[in-house]
């Protein structure tokens, strides 16, 4: 979250926020994106809005609040036990009830799109909520009238290890699926889905950049053609070191990060594919690259070290991370000449 904020920053300083038509996030990054609509009643912000009131706002929450806590307190309440082993839903409630997150889905406008990614347990796809539709393509969609934005943003932190699934009564929409994959949006039929319950974890367990709304893998193309794809990439490096003991059960970790690792470079190398060979219009921005003097080199192993976690952070920390995501954006060429970012 506070890396994207620092690259924010420079976009905002350079005016060009104003320019975002398309929003993908996974992860921290549909917490913030979240927390910006809230403290902007519910509007994509001005650049100048941004850098004079939602960046202090923001800064002074997340250091001075911690979401890890907020919610664990919420099993102070009898009746919410339930949600022990789906502690996702504990941090949709620590939204709406410390955060003060209590738009709905449909009270996010329509421009810029934005996509918040999560994964489908049951079907392995990918499950996204926009301002007037949820779902994925093997379930069908449903309307997003009266679902909370705290619920959605809670399956950004529900990741295997940490916090458990958002678990969403399927039961309780009405759900629409196309006939094919080439049939028209209009042509959708309403459909039973085959689960009751939904298990709901965080968008990077499938596609941990949020490239696919906008790039499609398998062409190496954009979908959205004559728009430029900026991807601000805050996953941390896969750490070396293998402990050997036979009945260390971090082993399956280390295997599961293994994978997730590889996955990661393979969504890396398209877009990368993408930029150089294709010809296409955009820019990376990693977390571990360095902006600049070995002082900074210092600053890029800090950030992308940082432990992800929902505690509150200090301020030296946050300014830390953030200013290393703002000159990590610095040095983008992109930004510095006349080009319009429109998906982020």
């Known amino acids: 979250m506070i890396f994207h ?3 924010l920053r420079h976009l905002a300083e350079k005016g060009r926020l104003e320019d975002v038509r398309r929003i993908s996030t996974v992860s921290g990054g549909s917490l913030l994106v979240g927390l910006i609509f809230q403290e902007s009643d519910m509007q994509w912000p001005s650049s100048e809005k941004f850098l004079f009131t939602i960046y202090p706002a923001l800064r002074r929450k997340i250091c001075s609040r911690s979401l890890q806590w907020g919610a664990l307190r919420q099993l102070i309440k009898p009746w919410n036990l339930r949600f022990f082993l789906s502690r996702a839903n504990l941090l949709a409630l620590a939204l709406q009830k410390e955060w003060d997150v209590t738009a709905k889905l449909s009270d996010i406008p329509a421009l810029p799109e934005w996509s918040i990614n999560g994964t489908t347990a049951e079907t392995g796809k990918r499950f996204r909520f926009k301002h007037d539709s949820m779902g994925d393509y093997c379930l069908g969609y449903a309307s997003t009238n009266t679902f909370p934005l705290a619920k959605a943003l809670a399956v950004s932190a529900a990741f295997p290890g940490g916090f458990g699934p958002l678990t969403l009564n399927a039961t ?4 629409r699926k196309r006939p094919t994959w080439e049939a028209s949006a209009e042509a959708a039929q309403s459909v039973n889905t085959p689960f009751n319950s939904l298990h709901l974890y965080d968008g990077g367990v499938y596609d941990n950049l949020g490239l696919e709304p906008f790039l499609d893998a398998g ?3 954009s979908k ?17 070191g293998f402990s050997a003991l036979a009945l260390n059960p971090w082993r399956l970790k280390r295997i599961a990060d293994i994978m997730a690792d590889q996955a990661h470079s393979l969504r890396v190398r398209t877009f990368h594919n993408y930029l150089r060979q294709a010809g296409g219009n955009g820019a990376y921005l990693p ?6 003097e070995a002082a900074n080199c210092i600053s890029a192993a800090f950030a992308a070290g940082f432990p992800t976690t929902l505690r509150r952070t200090t301020i030296d920390e946050f300014d830390a991370i953030a200013t290393h995501g703002y000159d990590v954006a610095c040095t983008e060429p992109m930004f510095h000449q006349d080009v319009i970012p429109v998906a982020v």
Not at 224 to 230: C, F, P, R, S, V
Not at 287 to 292: D, Q, R
Request: proline residues 6%.
């Open 219 to 221: 062409k190496g193309i």
């Open 224 to 240: 959205i053609d004559g728009e430029a794809i900026i991807v601000f990439d805050a996953g941390a490096p896969l750490r070396s």
């Open 172 to 175: 309780k929409f009405n759900w």
């Open 5 to 7: 904020m620092g690259a």
């Open 287 to 292: 977390i571990c690259k360095p902006a600049g």
